[in-house]
């Protein structure tokens, strides 16, 4: 029987392989990419032990989201500080989870990337052991190296992204990353701590037939959503639905199997609810390179530039034609069919 190292190929393997073919190949961004792998090994490993470790549950406190912390959350966003502070790698990192970004204090260990991270992706399933995530986005920084980051480094436009991707801890961990060239999947071995290539290429068809929108907001959704999603239920439409309330999930699934998700905006917050730099930018950057499109109903989201690092934004994101009938449903001159 061959073994999985015989026929198989590792995160490390793939990580000095495509960043070696990189125009501006540095072994520092490899090393990104595996502190990264090595935070969502020790996530992965405190998310399956979280009801023995008596990691369930909130820490009592309120981030700067106005949310509920959970201990998952902020043992997650520790978890990629330390990784990310490895010396020469980065110079700062922007988490869902601080108000300000975090600076790699000693500045001779600044490095050439700003990171912008959602530590844990789905808080409101832990408790209920549903599917969670890690998810990333890469920038190269624009400040001198010979200073320490500045907030520039982070509020570049998605275009500029050099790398995302997100862990998701499910049935199985599985790494999803891209580098701008295709989106590949590798899955933990959690017996030997190895991330080995699952799912190479992952590509969206032009069409999916999953839905994925919370509807408890559809009374406050702008109307050509409505109509949208309307359209969608259809008996000939061919669409089923799927809604896990974890984004990482959610879009995992889309990803594997073909769908678009809708978090739109309401009247009431016309940003809706997730966040542009940690949860938008990687996941967009994601669904370009795998053949999809993403948008926050008025244009391509990955040319947004943020204003400030805890920026909200309204997302449709999706298998290509998908993305592009929810988007003419939001222009002004749609009418309902
Ligand atoms: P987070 O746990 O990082 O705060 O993100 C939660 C987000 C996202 O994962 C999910 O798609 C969305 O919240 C669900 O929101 P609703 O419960 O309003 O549908
Ligand atoms: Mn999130
Ligand atoms: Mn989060």
Redesign the pocket.
Known sequence: MVTQFEEGITLDRFIFETTRDHPEATGRFATLLQQIALAARLISARVNRAGLAGMLGGTGEVNV?G?FV?KL?EYSNEVLKRALEHPGVCCMLAS?EDEEPFIVPDRFATGPYAVCV????????IDVNAT?GT?FGVFKRKSSTDVQGQVEDLLQPGTDLIGAGYVIYGSGTVFVLSTGNGVHGFTLDPTVGEFFLSHPNLRLAPRGTIFSV?E??ASQWPEGIRDYVRTLKEPDAGMSAR????????FHRNLIKGGI?L?PGTAAKPKG???LL??GFPLAFLAEAAGGAATDGRGRLLERVPESIHERTPLIIGNRDDVADATRALSPEYVAS
Do not use: T
């Not at 959602?118 to 399933?125: A, E, F, I, Q, R």
């Not at 809604?243 to 959610?250: C, F, R």
């Open positions: 989201q949310e959970q959350d869902e959602d530590p844990l992706d789905g808080s409101s399933n969670i998810i919370n408890a907001y809604y896990i309330g974890s984004l990482v999930a959610d998700f978090y609810k997730l966040r940690f949860e």
